[in-house]
């Protein structure tokens, strides 16, 4: 997983999500904008993020940031109970 250049700065921020709450188009394959980057944070529980086009997965927790890459085709599952918030960046 990429890291967030040092370049970009924050803009925008979702409200916190729960596994009851997470929109749908977050669940299926979907991407951020050229130039826009994201990081997903998990404030409690565990989110499975997916990048279908590396098979990359990887299992985010509050320890764990979820770094969403521009025009990168990506989705996310929960894990049982998680609430969590996406930031962007650009």
């Known amino acids: 997983m990429k890291a967030l250049p040092s370049t970009v ?3 925008q921020r979702t409200k916190t999500f729960t596994q009851d709450t997470v929109p749908k188009g977050l669940l299926g394959d979907h991407n951020t904008k050229a130039g826009v980057w994201g990081v997903i944070t998990v404030l409690e529980g565990r989110l499975e993020y997916v990048i279908p086009s590396t098979e990359e997965t990887v299992i985010l927790d509050p320890v764990t940031l979820g770094i969403v890459e521009p025009e ?5 599952t929960p894990l049982g109970e998680v609430a969590f918030f996406v930031e962007f960046y650009r």
């Open 9 to 11: 700065s924050p803009y």
């Open 72 to 76: 990168v085709r990506h989705h996310v």
